[in-house]
DNA sequence: AGAAGTATGAGGGCAACG
DNA sequence: CGTTGCCCTCATACTTCT
């Protein structure tokens, strides 16, 4: 809820000019009064209390009123496919792009006169504890040899291919010498088809050219109309049509398993070579990112509004002590990309010791699940230790069932003899790959830093995608980073080592502002920090003013909302045109708008 | 009023079956 | 290829406490 409330939480808007790099210099031109002038949203929300929701849908997606009216009355309320059909029919024969309108800017702005803070003195915040105790851990058969595979030396989608081959029964060397003998043979056979089927299976550019059929003719001519026209809205329609016809993408596209992206540090896999569409590619270089599990068709549409970039999906158990499913839409290079050091701990044991101590023998996790924004509560845990209590010592089958699904479901731990517990912010920060006390104090609750943490990037899965500037931006970039949350673009590209020239950060909430502002204070950053609170309120004027200002964005990141994708929710999963999660287009909106201000001027 | 505590499944992937 | 069972999921709504 507060992730879409458009107040302005109290912004006190102000420019603190400052002495800095010298070659860029914001501009001085005081921030307009928020009432001054309806944006967008605010547009929006005065109709909310005159229009059915229907109607408003419609608006958000940049239908005018009349027609959004029309449609409905034409194909009634309950055919929402039709009435779109109709809209889109309509709006074919053509009408004007969203207008830009002028809207008030919400910013700060900050520099720091101080040297660029030594990366080193950062790392210090990431101390694991690496005791090399034994711990062995069974974990099921399948993930054990896969581990082990990994860690011989194999790829891991080799690996687990080879295993489904050979049985689950297979010895591990056997596996390992089908491996060989697979590598052989697809020596020169090999293509990127047979890493990613799914998504390559129907060549969705090729399409487009050969309209044999009625829907291809149509999306040809979407296309070509779309290129002339080359706007926002039209675009979205004809991504949004062609996601909803389901004739792009196969219907059934699945995500690879197992999720490990492109690549992977410290494996030899096949390089992946994928080819970027025309329009992907940058500058800006871009990286989008939400949950990879999201209702079905979510990540076509997402794909096809990302110029049609493959996601690349990716689970963090593969960098770090939690599993964590994310797709990332980017159009970076994907060739000598190196993770961050030190490598984070990989196992729940490792990472947290004192936990090795207590964890039962009939516990096999071996890693955590997904963290997520709520935690276990207090009667929960309490109903596993009287049960634990009440057992003898190796408890019985239900009991043990009970408490592995309990702990599974709330990620539980082992604090103490029969005690399990939540793990606690600090905890959560280190598996993320955030600073210790990252999310602590200045007035933050602890319910709402459970909520920040829930919502943030893995960083070190992060950083591993980004690490490919480094090289490329000796100097520096200028970031553009929309949903900013507790900044883990921000810290990921800090632990690069890539310097921070100017940051733009959008981030609705105050509470997750002042984090990033803290870090930035704290780190030492000699760079611009400018911070807007609603991403509905930065507009192509405003942009262009800031792409002047900065000579052009160099990275746009963001991860727009979940909450109407994620599986945990229960109320409103109502996928990408839900009342948050909608905001992704305003992620394309503005990825689109700075590609053409600076494709103009650049 | 804000923070903390608590209860609340559906949806979809996957593998093992027949 | 349909069925079945198992598993996991960047959460929301409501109540209680401070």
Request: a negative charge; glycine letters at 6%.
């Given at each position: 809820?507060?992730?879409?409330?458009?107040?302005?939480?109290?912004?006190?808007?102000?420019?603190?000019?400052?002495?800095?790099?010298?070659?860029?210099?914001?501009?001085?031109?005081?921030?307009?009064?928020?009432?001054?002038?309806?944006?967008?949203?605010?547009?929006?929300?005065?109709?909310?209390?005159?229009?059915?929701?229907?109607?408003?849908?419609?608006?958000?997606?940049?239908?005018?009123?009349?027609?959004?009216?029309?449609?409905?009355?034409?194909?009634?309320?309950?055919?929402?496919?039709?009435?779109?059909?109709?809209?889109?029919?309509?709006?074919?024969?053509?009408?004007?792009?969203?207008?830009?309108?002028?809207?008030?800017?919400?910013?700060?702005?900050?520099?720091?006169?101080?040297?660029?803070?030594?990366?080193?003195?950062?790392?210090?915040?990431?101390?694991?504890?690496?005791?090399?105790?034994?711990?062995?851990?069974?974990?099921?058969?399948?993930?054990?040899?896969?581990?082990?595979?990994?860690?011989?030396?194999?790829?891991?989608?080799?690996?687990?291919?080879?295993?489904?081959?050979?049985?689950?029964?297979?010895?591990?060397?056997?596996?390992?010498?089908?491996?060989?003998?697979?590598?052989?043979?697809?020596?020169?056979?090999?293509?990127?088809?047979?890493?990613?089927?799914?998504?390559?299976?129907?060549?969705?550019?090729?399409?487009?050219?050969?309209?044999?059929?009625?829907?291809?003719?149509?999306?040809?001519?979407?296309?070509?109309?779309?290129?002339?026209?080359?706007?926002?809205?039209?675009?979205?329609?004809?991504?949004?049509?062609?996601?909803?016809?389901?004739?792009?993408?196969?219907?059934?596209?699945?995500?690879?398993?197992?999720?490990?992206?492109?690549?992977?540090?410290?494996?030899?896999?096949?390089?992946?070579?994928?080819?970027?569409?025309?329009?992907?590619?940058?500058?800006?270089?871009?990286?989008?990112?939400?949950?990879?599990?999201?209702?079905?068709?979510?990540?076509?549409?997402?794909?096809?509004?990302?110029?049609?970039?493959?996601?690349?999906?990716?689970?963090?158990?593969?960098?770090?002590?939690?599993?964590?499913?994310?797709g990332y839409v980017h159009n970076l290079p994907i060739q000598n990309r190196f993770p961050l050091?030190?490598?984070?701990?990989?196992?729940?044991?490792?990472?947290?010791?004192?936990?090795?101590?207590?964890?039962?023998?009939?516990?096999?996790?071996?890693?955590?699940?997904?963290?997520?924004?709520?935690?276990?509560?207090?009667?929960?845990?309490?109903?596993?230790?009287?049960?634990?209590?009440?057992?003898?010592?190796?408890?019985?089958?239900?009991?043990?069932?009970?408490?592995?699904?309990?702990?599974?479901?709330?990620?539980?731990?082992?604090?103490?003899?029969?005690?399990?517990?939540?793990?606690?912010?600090?905890?959560?920060?280190?598996?993320?790959?955030?600073?210790?006390?990252?999310?602590?104090?200045?007035?933050?609750?602890?319910?709402?830093?459970?909520?920040?943490?829930?919502?943030?990037?893995?960083?070190?899965?992060?950083?591993?995608?980004?690490?490919?500037?480094?090289?490329?931006?000796?100097?520096?970039?200028?970031?553009?980073?929309?949903?900013?949350?507790?900044?883990?673009?921000?810290?990921?590209?800090?632990?690069?080592?890539?310097?921070?020239?100017?940051?733009?950060?959008?981030?609705?909430?105050?509470?997750?502002?002042?984090?990033?502002?803290?870090?930035?204070?704290?780190?030492?950053?000699?760079?611009?920090?400018?911070?807007?609170?609603?991403?509905?309120?930065?507009?192509?004027?405003?942009?262009?003013?800031?792409?002047?200002?900065?000579?052009?964005?160099?990275?746009?990141?963001?991860?727009?909302?979940?909450?109407?994708?994620?599986?945990?929710?229960?109320?409103?999963?109502?996928?990408?045109?839900?009342?948050?999660?909608?905001?992704?287009?305003?992620?394309?909106?503005?990825?689109?708008?700075?590609?053409?201000?600076?494709?103009?001027?650049?």
């Amino acid at each position: 809820m507060e992730l879409i409330s458009d107040s302005d939480d109290g912004d006190t808007s102000e420019w603190e000019t400052d002495e800095d790099d010298g070659d860029e210099r914001p501009p001085l031109n005081p921030p307009l009064p928020s009432a001054s002038v309806a944006g967008p949203s605010q547009k929006v929300s005065e109709a909310s209390s005159s229009r059915p929701d229907l109607v408003l849908h419609f608006m958000a997606m940049g239908f005018s009123e009349d027609m959004v009216v029309k449609a409905i009355e034409e194909n009634g309320e309950g055919n929402t496919e039709a009435i779109l059909e109709t809209l889109l029919t309509h709006s074919a024969i053509g009408i004007s792009p969203l207008k830009r309108e002028q809207s008030p800017v919400d910013c700060t702005l900050s520099s720091d006169e101080d040297v660029l803070g030594d990366d080193l003195s950062d790392m210090s915040n990431f101390e694991y504890s690496s005791e090399d105790e034994e711990y062995t851990v069974e974990c099921s058969d399948k993930d054990r040899k896969l581990s082990i595979l990994i860690d011989m030396g194999f790829p891991a989608d080799e690996a687990s291919s080879a295993i489904t081959r050979c049985g689950p029964t297979a010895p591990v060397l056997e596996i390992a010498d089908s491996i060989h003998a697979a590598q052989l043979a697809a020596e020169s056979a090999l293509t990127e088809d047979d890493l990613f089927p799914s998504w390559s299976e129907d060549k969705p550019m090729a399409s487009y050219a050969c309209g044999s059929s009625v829907k291809n003719k149509r999306k040809y001519y979407e296309m070509k109309k779309m290129n002339e026209r080359g706007c926002f809205l039209d675009r979205k329609k004809a991504c949004f049509r062609q996601a909803n016809m389901g004739d792009g993408f196969p219907s059934g596209s699945s995500i690879p398993k197992p999720m490990i992206g492109f690549s992977l540090p410290n494996q030899k896999m096949k390089p992946v070579n994928r080819m970027l569409p025309e329009a992907a590619i940058g500058p800006p270089y871009f990286y989008y990112e939400n949950v990879a599990l999201a209702p079905k068709g979510v990540w076509e549409t997402i794909s096809r509004f990302l110029y049609d970039i493959e996601p690349e999906f990716v689970d963090s158990k593969f960098f770090c002590a939690a599993n964590r499913k994310r797709g990332y839409v980017h159009n970076l290079p994907i060739q000598n990309r190196f993770p961050l050091q030190p490598l984070p701990p990989r196992t729940v044991q490792e990472a947290l010791p004192m936990t090795k101590k207590w964890w039962p023998t009939w516990d096999h996790r071996t890693q955590l699940n997904c963290l997520q924004t709520c935690i276990a509560s207090a009667k929960l845990t309490e109903r596993i230790r009287s049960a634990l209590v009440n057992s003898e010592d190796p408890p019985p089958e239900r009991v043990q069932r009970f408490v592995m699904n309990e702990c599974k479901k709330w990620n539980l731990v082992w604090v103490g003899l029969h005690k399990v517990a939540p793990l606690e912010p600090d905890e959560m920060e280190m598996l993320l790959g955030f600073p210790r006390d990252h999310t602590r104090g200045g007035g933050i609750s602890r319910t709402e830093r459970y909520r920040s943490l829930g919502n943030s990037f893995q960083v070190d899965t992060v950083a591993y995608h980004l690490s490919v500037l480094k090289e490329m931006f000796p100097n520096g970039i200028n970031l553009l980073s929309l949903f900013s949350g507790i900044g883990g673009a921000e810290v990921a590209l800090n632990r690069l080592g890539i310097h921070l020239r100017n940051v733009v950060s959008v981030e609705l909430s105050e509470i997750n502002r002042n984090i990033i502002r803290g870090w930035w204070e704290q780190t030492n950053q000699t760079g611009n920090l400018i911070e807007i609170a609603d991403v509905q309120h930065l507009n192509g004027d405003k942009l262009e003013q800031m792409i002047n200002m900065f000579g052009g964005f160099d990275l746009v990141i963001g991860g727009s909302p979940c909450n109407n994708l994620a599986g945990s929710n229960r109320y409103s999963r109502d996928g990408l045109e839900g009342k948050e999660s909608a905001l992704f287009y305003d992620y394309f909106r503005i990825l689109d708008l700075v590609k053409n201000i600076m494709g103009k001027s650049f």
